[in-house]
Structures are given as structure tokens and as C-alpha cells.
Nanobody, 115 residues
């Protein structure tokens, strides 16, 4: 099992930046994939970005070039650096991983981008 705790959300103007953190309760060194997802009001949850244990990344087309996912294994933390934020990025952002058959989610952190 692993517990995930997100932080770093808030209110920001369009064009601004935020960095989200996902702190894990255990070592993430061997966790194959950690991802960031988001869910806006009235919409389905969507994948934003993922990072593998080897550091490979993949992004949703809507955030490519604006968001960067990274991991610090020493701190058991995965980050999502968000730049050039748009009002349509407003959502609750969640951290996720799947290990040993279990699907783990954090409680989410709200990101609101004003126009």
C-alpha cells in the first residue's frame, strides 16, 4: 500500500505558474508509473501526465509544452510544474499510482485559473 498527498494548488491568473507536489508514504524508487490526473466540474477525470521509474514522461496534448512532470526519489515526491496556465486548466488535480494490483489516489488539490 501507499498513501499519496497532493499539495501546491491555489488560485492563479491566466499565464501564471504553479508547482504541484505528490508526496508518497513509501519509497517511489521502484514504483513503475506515477501520474497526475485532473477533473473539472461536470467533466470526466483525465490523465494529465505520467512518469516512469526510468524517468520517461508522457503528456496530454492539451498540456504538452506547458506542464512538466518530474520525480525526486530521495524525497518520495512527484512534481507537476504548470506554466502558461489557462482558465481551462481549472480542476482538482490528483496523483495516482498502481502497485501490486492496487490503485491509489490522493485526496486532490484544487487549481483555479482566473481569466
Amino acid at each position: 500500500q501507499v498513501q499519496l498527498v497532493e499539495s501546491g494548488g491555489g488560485l492563479v491568473q491566466a499565464g501564471g505558474s504553479l508547482r504541484l507536489s505528490c508526496a508518497a508514504s513509501k519509497s517511489i524508487f521502484s514504483i513503475p508509473v506515477v501520474g497526475w490526473y485532473r477533473q473539472a466540474p461536470g467533466k470526466q477525470r483525465e490523465r494529465v501526465a505520467i512518469i516512469t521509474s526510468g524517468g520517461r514522461t508522457n503528456y496530454a496534448g492539451s498540456v504538452e509544452g506547458r506542464f512538466t512532470i518530474s520525480r525526486d526519489n530521495a524525497k518520495n515526491t512527484v512534481y507537476l510544474q504548470m506554466s502558461s496556465l489557462k482558465p481551462e486548466d481549472t480542476a482538482v488535480y490528483y496523483c495516482n499510482t498502481c502497485i501490486n494490483g492496487g490503485d491509489y489516489w490522493g485526496q486532490g488539490t484544487q487549481v483555479t485559473v482566473s481569466s
